[in-house]
């Protein structure tokens, strides 16, 4: 699943009010969120694609009880949040 960060950034910039930086840090949140896949395999793709293969996950003490999935899809927000960022400072220049 490769996407283009900075249509993203575009069609976030669309949907939310540019003047008001609380909305646009929770927006950001939301949005990203929402990118997120839901059914298993989707997320093992999506994971595989953007981080590598998931068996090099160490799981971390605040891990523990919480199902594997949500472990992948938690590294994948951390991941679409970082590509989203670099999109956005990107397009904050160019402005």
Do not use: C, R
Not at 38 to 49: N, R
Not at 66 to 89: D, K, P, R, V
Request: hydrophobic share 35%; no cysteine; glycine share 4%.
């Amino acid at each position: 699943m490769h996407k283009d960060w900075q249509q993203e950034v575009k069609e976030f910039k669309k949907q939310y009010d540019q003047n008001d930086y609380h909305i646009i840090e929770d927006g950001i949140s939301e949005y990203i969120d929402s990118l997120l896949p839901i059914y298993y395999g989707d997320i093992y793709h999506t994971y595989h694609d953007v981080i590598g293969t998931p068996l090099s996950i160490e799981i971390e003490p605040e891990h523990v009880g919480m199902a594997f999935w949500h472990i992948m899809n938690q590294h994948i927000y951390e991941e679409f949040y970082s590509l989203f960022m670099h999109a956005w400072n990107e397009a904050e220049e160019e402005e």
